[in-house]
C-alpha cells in the first residue's frame, strides 16, 4: 500500500492505458450468443436427441411464420400470394419462404383433400350456379354482375335459389363504395366454395430468416423487412388484412427488445438510487468518484477476461455486469468505511488509508475467495448458461478485490477527501445505538423468532416451483406471445406437437395408428396422410363437375381480367328497378331483409351517380364506378381462375408431393417422421406434463418443444442442485481452514441458510415461481451471503476482543450500504416491463432483503453468544 501511495499517479496512468488496451480488446473480441439453443449442454440425452431430429428434419421450425387473417379468403389468398413473392424477392434475409397455398400443387389438388360428403356438398352448389359462372366467365363486369341478379329477380325460378348471401354482401359492398371504405365481396364463400384448411381466412407464411448471432439482435434485419413488406402491401385493417409475426424467432427477437428497452427505465432509477446512497455512505463526491471508478475499471478488466477466456456472452452470463457491480462495490465500500472509521480515531489521512487496507485486506481476501469458490461450483454444471457466468463473476470477483486494493488507493491519494467531513462518527446511546444494541440485549428473542420463520418457511418451501413455460417470460401483449396462444388454442393448427423417428415408412404409418389412439392425443400423422383418402370418389366428382362447368370456365379469359363497360350503370338502374317488385311478390324467399339493404344502397349509389352527372363531374361518377367494380368484382377473377386449376386435380401419390413437405417427413437417409397433435390445449404445465409422459410412455424417443421445455427447467433445476452442493461443501472446507473453528463456520452458513430458506418461501407466498430469468438471483444471494458472513464473522472476532458493538463499526455499515445499493440497483427491475426482469426484481428484491435481515440481526446475536463468556464487556442479553 506504501507503494501505491508513493506512486498513485503511476498506478492512475497505467489503469487508464490498461483500461483503453482493454475496452479495445473487448470490443473486437467478445460478442453476444443469442441462441437460447446453447443455454444447455449438448450432451445432454433430450438435447442430442433434439440434434437428431434436426440433422434429419432441418426445416421444421422456420423460426417466423407471418399469420395472415382476411376479411374474406380472398383477401388471405392475394394478402399471402403477394407476401410470398415479395419475400422471395430478398433471398439474402429470407434463406427459405413457404406457404402451401400458393403451391401449384396444392392449388391443383386441393379439392381431394376435402371429405367426400364436403366435396360432394360443394359441387351441388358449383352446379346450381353454373348460370351465374358461366356468364360473369364471359363477361366479367358490372355488367355482366347487375344483369344476372336482374334475370334472377325478374325470372320465378331465381326463388329457388338463397339470394340472402348475395343481397347481403352486395348491399355491404355498395355501402362501402359510396362511402369511399374498401370492401371486397367475397365469391368463395357465395359459391360455397371452402378449402380443406380449417379457417379460410386465415392463411401462413413459414419464413426462414438469416440470422446473424453476433448482433444484440440477430433477427432485427429480418423482421424488420418483413414490417416494411407489410406497409408496402397494406396488409392492414383498412384494407381487410391483420398481418402478425409468430414463431420461435419473433419470441424472442420481441423478449430482448422487452426486456432491454423496460431495463432502461429501471437502470435509470437504480442509477439514480445508488448515487444517492454511495454519496450517504461515503459522505464525499470525491470518495464516490474513486469508488466507482474503480468499480468501472473491474468490470472492464472482467468483461475483458470474458472475452479471451469464453469469446461471448449469452443470455444469462450478460448479467455478470450485474452481479459483479451489486458485489464489487462492497469492496470498495469495506475499504472506505474502514478508512472512515479510522479518521473518525483520530489517525492522520495518509496513515489511515494504509491502514485500513492492513485492517480488512486479509478480511477481504477471505469474501472474495468464499464468494467466486461459490461460482465457479457452477462451472461443472450442463447448465451452459450459468456455467460461464459462474466463470466470469468468480473471477470477477477477485479482479474487484485487486481494483479496491490498488486502483482505488491510488485514486484516494490523489484526490483525498475531506477528512472532517468523511469521519465515520459512532451512532452513540440515542435512539438508533439502543436499536444497533438489540442483536446483544435481545438475542433470545431473535433466535426464538428466526426459529419460527424458519419453521415456517420450512412448511412453506416445499412449495416453491420452476416455472419452465418460455411464454411466462414473456410481455402477453406483445404481438407475438398474443398470436402464438390464439393459435395455441386452435386445435387445427400444431403449434406445440411432438415427433418420433420410425426407420420405415411401414413402421412410421404403424407408430402413427399406435399414438393416434391415446387418450391425450387428438392426432398422429405421417407423410402418408397427405395422401388423399378415397380418391377414385372425389376424382369423379371433379369429373362431373368438369362436364357441367368446364366448357364455360375454359372458353373463358386466362387470366381472367375485369372489365369496364359503358353500359354498366344501365345494368344496375335497371335491377335497382327490378328489385322491389321481387321482394314484394316473394315475402317467404328469406331474402327479404338482405334485398332491402340492397335496395336502399343501390338507390343511395343511383343518387350519387345522378348528383355526379347533373353537376357535370365524370371523374366522380367513373371513380364510384371503379369502386363499386373493386368492392363487388375484384375477388371474382382469382376465385374463377383457382377453380378452373381445381378442377385439373388428377389422382396423387407420395411423389406428386411438393419437396418442401416431403423433406419434413422423409429425410434423405430414408428416416420417417411421425408427428403427435395434443387434444388439450397446452398453456400450462400440467396438460403439457400430461401429455408428454402419455406420448414417451408408447413413444420413448419422442422430441419436441413441450418436452424441450420441461427437460429444460429439469436440467436447470438439477444444474443448481447440484452446484448448491458443490458450493455448500467447497465453502464449508475453505471456511474450516482459513477461520480455523467450527463454530465461526456455523456462524456463516446459518444465516446464509436461513436467508435462502425465506427467500425459497417467500417466493411462494408472493407467487413468483423460479425461472429462466430469475434463476440468477439465487448465485448472486449466495455470493452476497457469503461475503457478508465471512466479513462479519472475522470482524465480529476483533469488535469482540475492545468489547464493541459490532453493529456500532464501520463494518456494519459497509455491509447495510452495500445491500441498500445493490437492492436498489436489483429492485428497480420491477419498473420494467418485461415479466421475467419483474420477476428477477422481486425474487433480487426479497433475497438480498433476508440476506441482510439475518446478516445484521441473527449474526451479530449469534456472534453476541459466541464472544460473551470471552468477552464479557459486551452488551448483556
Same mark, same amino acid.
Given at each position: 500500500?506504501?507503494?501505491?501511495?508513493?506512486?498513485?499517479?503511476?498506478?492512475?496512468?497505467?489503469?487508464?492505458?490498461?483500461?483503453?488496451?482493454?475496452?479495445?480488446? /473487448?470490443?473486437?473480441?467478445?460478442?453476444?450468443?443469442?441462441?437460447?439453443?446453447?443455454?444447455?449442454?449438448?450432451?445432454?440425452?433430450?438435447?442430442?436427441?433434439?440434434?437428431?431430429?434436426?440433422?434429419?428434419?432441418?426445416?421444421?421450425?422456420?423460426?417466423?411464420?407471418? +399469420?395472415?387473417?382476411?376479411?374474406?379468403?380472398?383477401?388471405?389468398?392475394?394478402?399471402?400470394?403477394?407476401?410470398?413473392?415479395?419475400?422471395?424477392?430478398?433471398?439474402?434475409?429470407?434463406?427459405?419462404?413457404?406457404?402451401?397455398?400458393?403451391?401449384?400443387? %396444392?392449388?391443383?389438388?386441393?379439392?381431394?383433400?376435402?371429405?367426400?360428403?364436403?366435396?360432394?356438398?360443394?359441387?351441388?352448389?358449383?352446379?346450381?350456379?353454373?348460370?351465374?359462372?358461366?356468364?360473369?366467365?364471359?363477361?366479367?363486369?358490372?355488367?355482366?354482375?347487375?344483369?344476372?341478379?336482374?334475370?334472377?329477380?325478374?325470372?320465378?325460378?331465381?326463388?329457388?335459389?338463397?339470394?340472402?348471401?348475395?343481397?347481403?354482401?352486395?348491399?355491404?359492398?355498395?355501402?362501402?363504395? #359510396?362511402?369511399?371504405?374498401?370492401?371486397?365481396?367475397?365469391?368463395?364463400?357465395?359459391?360455397g366454395a371452402g378449402t380443406a384448411g380449417p379457417d379460410p381466412r386465415r392463411r401462413f407464411v413459414e419464413i426462414t430468416p438469416a440470422m446473424d448471432f453476433n448482433q444484440l439482435f440477430p433477427a432485427e434485419q429480418p423482421i424488420a423487412a418483413i414490417r416494411a413488406v407489410e406497409r408496402?402491401?397494406?396488409?392492414?385493417?383498412?384494407?381487410?388484412?391483420?398481418?402478425?409475426?409468430?414463431?420461435?424467432?419473433?419470441?424472442?427477437?420481441?423478449?430482448?427488445?422487452?426486456?432491454?428497452?423496460?431495463?432502461?427505465?429501471?437502470?435509470?432509477?437504480?442509477?439514480?438510487?445508488?448515487?444517492?446512497?454511495?454519496?450517504?455512505?461515503?459522505?464525499?463526491?470525491?470518495?464516490?468518484?474513486? $469508488?466507482?471508478?474503480?468499480?468501472?475499471?473491474?468490470?472492464?478488466?472482467?468483461?475483458?477476461?470474458?472475452?479471451?477466456?469464453?469469446?461471448?456472452?449469452?443470455?444469462?452470463?450478460?448479467?455478470?455486469? +450485474?452481479?459483479?457491480?451489486?458485489?464489487?462495490?462492497?469492496? $470498495?465500500?469495506?475499504?472506505?468505511?474502514?478508512?472512515?472509521?479510522?479518521?473518525?480515531?483520530?489517525?492522520?489521512?495518509?496513515?489511515?488509508?494504509?491502514?485500513?487496507?492492513?485492517? !480488512?485486506?486479509?478480511?477481504?481476501?477471505?469474501?472474495? $475467495?468464499?464468494?467466486?469458490?461459490?461460482?465457479?461450483?457452477?462451472?461443472?454444471?450442463?447448465?451452459? *448458461?450459468?456455467?460461464?457466468?459462474?466463470?466470469?463473476?468468480?473471477?470477477?470477483?477477485?479482479?474487484?478485490? +485487486?481494483?479496491?486494493?490498488?486502483?482505488?488507493?491510488?485514486?484516494?491519494?490523489?484526490?483525498?477527501?475531506?477528512?472532517?467531513?468523511?469521519?465515520?462518527?459512532?451512532?452513540?446511546?440515542?435512539?438508533?445505538?439502543? !436499536?444497533?444494541?438489540?442483536?446483544? /440485549?435481545?438475542?433470545?428473542?431473535?433466535?426464538?423468532?428466526?426459529?419460527?420463520?424458519?419453521?415456517?418457511?420450512?412448511?412453506?418451501?416445499?412449495?416453491?416451483? %420452476?416455472?419452465?413455460?418460455?411464454?411466462?417470460?414473456?410481455?402477453?401483449?406483445?404481438?407475438?406471445?398474443?398470436?402464438?396462444?390464439?393459435?395455441?388454442?386452435?386445435?387445427?393448427?400444431?403449434?406445440?406437437?411432438?415427433?418420433?423417428?420410425?426407420?420405415?415408412?411401414?413402421?412410421?404409418?404403424?407408430?402413427? *395408428?399406435?399414438? *393416434?389412439?391415446?387418450?391425450?392425443?387428438?392426432?398422429?400423422?405421417?407423410?402418408?396422410?397427405?395422401?388423399?383418402?378415397?380418391?377414385?370418389?372425389?376424382?369423379?366428382?371433379?369429373?362431373?363437375?368438369?362436364?357441367?362447368?368446364?366448357?364455360?370456365?375454359?372458353?373463358?379469359?386466362?387470366?381472367?381480367?375485369?372489365?369496364?363497360?359503358?353500359?354498366?350503370?344501365?345494368?344496375?338502374?335497371?335491377?335497382?328497378?327490378?328489385?322491389?317488385?321481387?321482394?314484394?311478390?316473394?315475402?317467404?324467399?328469406?331474402?327479404?331483409?338482405?334485398?332491402?339493404?340492397?335496395?336502399?344502397?343501390?338507390?343511395?349509389?343511383?343518387?350519387?351517380?345522378?348528383?355526379?352527372?347533373?353537376?357535370?363531374?365524370?371523374?366522380?361518377?367513373?371513380?364510384?364506378?371503379?369502386?363499386?367494380?373493386?368492392?363487388?368484382?375484384?375477388?371474382?377473377?382469382?376465385?374463377?381462375?383457382?377453380?378452373?386449376?381445381?378442377?385439373?386435380?388428377?389422382?396423387?401419390?407420395?411423389?406428386?408431393?411438393?419437396?418442401?413437405?416431403?423433406?419434413?417427413?422423409?429425410?434423405?437417409?430414408?428416416?420417417?417422421?411421425?408427428?403427435?397433435?395434443?387434444?388439450?390445449?397446452?398453456?400450462?404445465?400440467?396438460?403439457?406434463?400430461?401429455?408428454?409422459?402419455?406420448?414417451?410412455?408408447?413413444?420413448?424417443?419422442?422430441?419436441?418443444?413441450? !418436452?424441450?421445455? !420441461?427437460?429444460?427447467?429439469?436440467?436447470?433445476?438439477?444444474?443448481?442442485?447440484?452446484?448448491?452442493?458443490?458450493?455448500?461443501?467447497?465453502? #464449508?472446507?475453505?471456511?474450516?481452514?482459513?477461520?480455523?473453528?467450527?463454530?465461526?463456520?456455523?456462524?456463516?452458513?446459518?444465516?446464509?441458510?436461513?436467508? *435462502?430458506?425465506?427467500?425459497?418461501?417467500?417466493?411462494?407466498?408472493?407467487?413468483?415461481?423460479?425461472?429462466?430469468?430469475?434463476?440468477?438471483?439465487?448465485?448472486?444471494?449466495?455470493?452476497?451471503?457469503?461475503?457478508?458472513?465471512?466479513?462479519?464473522?472475522?470482524?465480529?472476532?476483533? $469488535?469482540?476482543?475492545?468489547?464493541?458493538?459490532?453493529?456500532?463499526?464501520?463494518?456494519?455499515?459497509?455491509?447495510? %450500504?452495500?445491500?441498500?445499493? #445493490?437492492?436498489?440497483?436489483?429492485?428497480?427491475?420491477?419498473?420494467?416491463?418485461?415479466?421475467? #426482469?419483474?420477476?428477477?426484481?422481486?425474487?433480487?428484491?426479497?433475497?438480498?432483503?433476508? /440476506?441482510?435481515?439475518?446478516?445484521?440481526?441473527?449474526?451479530?446475536?449469534?456472534?453476541?453468544?459466541?464472544?460473551?463468556?470471552?468477552?464479557?464487556?459486551?452488551?448483556?442479553?
Amino acid at each position: 500500500m506504501a507503494y501505491v501511495q508513493r506512486h498513485a499517479a503511476r498506478v492512475a496512468v497505467a489503469a487508464l492505458l490498461l483500461s483503453v488496451g482493454l475496452g479495445a480488446f /473487448t470490443a473486437t473480441h467478445l460478442s453476444v450468443d443469442t441462441d437460447t439453443e446453447n443455454m444447455l449442454s449438448a450432451q445432454l440425452p433430450w438435447r442430442q436427441a433434439e440434434h437428431e431430429m434436426d440433422r434429419l428434419f432441418p426445416t421444421l421450425d422456420p423460426g417466423l411464420v407471418l +399469420v395472415i387473417d382476411g376479411a374474406t379468403p380472398e383477401l388471405a389468398d392475394d394478402a399471402q400470394r403477394r407476401a410470398v413473392a415479395a419475400l422471395k424477392a430478398r433471398p439474402e434475409l429470407f434463406k427459405q419462404v413457404f406457404a402451401a397455398e400458393t403451391e401449384p400443387f %396444392f392449388r391443383r389438388s386441393g379439392l381431394l383433400y376435402l371429405d367426400t360428403p364436403q366435396l360432394q356438398a360443394l359441387a351441388d352448389g358449383l352446379n346450381q350456379a353454373q348460370p351465374f359462372l358461366g356468364t360473369l366467365a364471359q363477361d366479367p363486369s358490372l355488367h355482366g354482375l347487375f344483369t344476372l341478379l336482374n334475370r334472377a329477380v325478374t325470372q320465378p325460378a331465381a326463388a329457388d335459389f338463397d339470394l340472402k348471401p348475395a343481397f347481403g354482401g352486395i348491399a355491404k359492398g355498395i355501402e362501402a363504395a #359510396t362511402a369511399g371504405r374498401f370492401y371486397q365481396l367475397s365469391w368463395q364463400e357465395l359459391m360455397g366454395a371452402g378449402t380443406a384448411g380449417p379457417d379460410p381466412r386465415r392463411r401462413f407464411v413459414e419464413i426462414t430468416p438469416a440470422m446473424d448471432f453476433n448482433q444484440l439482435f440477430p433477427a432485427e434485419q429480418p423482421i424488420a423487412a418483413i414490417r416494411a413488406v407489410e406497409r408496402e402491401l397494406q396488409l392492414d385493417a383498412a384494407h381487410g388484412l391483420n398481418a402478425r409475426l409468430t414463431g420461435s424467432v419473433a419470441l424472442e427477437h420481441e423478449e430482448l427488445h422487452s426486456a432491454f428497452s423496460g431495463g432502461m427505465v429501471a437502470f435509470a432509477a437504480a442509477l439514480a438510487m445508488v448515487a444517492v446512497l454511495l454519496f450517504m455512505a461515503l459522505r464525499s463526491l470525491r470518495l464516490v468518484v474513486a $469508488a466507482v471508478l474503480t468499480l468501472a475499471f473491474g468490470l472492464l478488466v472482467t468483461a475483458a477476461f470474458a472475452a479471451g477466456a469464453v469469446g461471448h456472452l449469452n443470455l444469462i452470463s450478460i448479467a455478470f455486469s +450485474v452481479l459483479y457491480v451489486g458485489l464489487g462495490i462492497d469492496y $470498495a465500500l469495506y475499504l472506505c468505511m474502514q478508512y472512515r472509521e479510522l479518521l473518525g480515531g483520530g489517525m492522520p489521512p495518509r496513515q489511515a488509508l494504509p491502514q485500513a487496507a492492513e485492517d !480488512i485486506g486479509g478480511y477481504m481476501a477471505v469474501c472474495a $475467495a468464499t464468494t467466486s469458490l461459490g461460482f465457479f461450483a457452477f462451472v461443472p454444471t450442463p447448465f451452459t *448458461g450459468i456455467a460461464e457466468l459462474g466463470l466470469i463473476a468468480g473471477v470477477g470477483m477477485f479482479v474487484s478485490l +485487486v481494483s479496491s486494493l490498488v486502483v482505488l488507493p491510488a485514486l484516494i491519494t490523489l484526490w483525498p477527501p475531506d477528512p472532517a467531513r468523511v469521519v465515520l462518527r459512532p451512532a452513540g446511546h440515542g435512539v438508533v445505538g439502543r !436499536i444497533l444494541d438489540w442483536p446483544y /440485549t435481545r438475542a433470545r428473542a431473535i433466535w426464538c423468532g428466526a426459529a419460527l420463520l424458519a419453521a415456517g418457511a420450512l412448511f412453506a418451501a416445499p412449495k416453491a416451483r %420452476f416455472d419452465y413455460d418460455p411464454l411466462d417470460l414473456r410481455d402477453p401483449h406483445s404481438e407475438s406471445v398474443a398470436t402464438f396462444r390464439d393459435l395455441l388454442k386452435d386445435p387445427d393448427v400444431p403449434t406445440l406437437t411432438l415427433a418420433e423417428i420410425a426407420d420405415s415408412d411401414a413402421q412410421a404409418q404403424q407408430l402413427a *395408428g399406435k399414438l *393416434g389412439t391415446l387418450p391425450l392425443v387428438s392426432r398422429a400423422m405421417s407423410l402418408h396422410d397427405f395422401i388423399p383418402q378415397e380418391q377414385d370418389a372425389k376424382l369423379a366428382i371433379v369429373g362431373d363437375l368438369n362436364l357441367s362447368l368446364g366448357p364455360a370456365l375454359l372458353s373463358a379469359p386466362d387470366p381472367l381480367v375485369l372489365a369496364s363497360r359503358t353500359d354498366d350503370y344501365a345494368a344496375i338502374h335497371e335491377f335497382a328497378g327490378a328489385l322491389p317488385a321481387f321482394v314484394a311478390a316473394h315475402p317467404a324467399a328469406g331474402a327479404q331483409p338482405a334485398a332491402d339493404d340492397a335496395t336502399a344502397a343501390l338507390l343511395k349509389a343511383l343518387q350519387d351517380l345522378d348528383a355526379a352527372w347533373q353537376q357535370g363531374d365524370p371523374a366522380a361518377h367513373e371513380q364510384l364506378l371503379a369502386r363499386l367494380r373493386s368492392a363487388l368484382l375484384s375477388a371474382m377473377p382469382a376465385q374463377i381462375d383457382g377453380l378452373r386449376t381445381a378442377l385439373q386435380a388428377t389422382a396423387v401419390t407420395v411423389d406428386d408431393l411438393p419437396p418442401q413437405i416431403r423433406e419434413r417427413w422423409q429425410s434423405a437417409d430414408g428416416h420417417f417422421r411421425v408427428e403427435i397433435w395434443p387434444k388439450e390445449v397446452l398453456d400450462n404445465p400440467p396438460a403439457m406434463e400430461r401429455f408428454v409422459a402419455q406420448v414417451r410412455g408408447a413413444a420413448p424417443r419422442a422430441v419436441g418443444a413441450p !418436452i424441450g421445455y !420441461i427437460e429444460s427447467g429439469h436440467s436447470v433445476v438439477a444444474a443448481f442442485q447440484q452446484a448448491f452442493a458443490y458450493s455448500f461443501i467447497a465453502i #464449508t472446507v475453505l471456511l474450516l481452514v482459513l477461520l480455523r473453528s467450527v463454530v465461526d463456520m456455523l456462524l456463516v452458513l446459518i444465516p446464509l441458510a436461513l436467508a *435462502g430458506l425465506l427467500t425459497v418461501a417467500g417466493s411462494v407466498l408472493l407467487n413468483v415461481p423460479f425461472n429462466f430469468a430469475n434463476v440468477i438471483a439465487l448465485p448472486l444471494i449466495l455470493g452476497v451471503g457469503v461475503d457478508y458472513g465471512v466479513y462479519l464473522v472475522q470482524r465480529g472476532r476483533a $469488535a469482540a476482543a475492545d468489547a464493541a458493538n459490532l453493529l456500532h463499526t464501520g463494518t456494519a455499515r459497509a455491509v447495510l %450500504f452495500g445491500a441498500l445499493i #445493490t437492492t436498489a440497483n436489483f429492485g428497480n427491475l420491477m419498473l420494467a416491463k418485461h415479466p421475467g #426482469t419483474v420477476s428477477m426484481g422481486v425474487l433480487l428484491t426479497l433475497g438480498l432483503s433476508m /440476506t441482510l435481515l439475518c446478516a445484521l440481526v441473527l449474526l451479530p446475536s449469534l456472534l453476541a453468544w459466541r464472544y460473551r463468556s470471552t468477552h464479557p464487556g459486551l452488551p448483556d442479553a
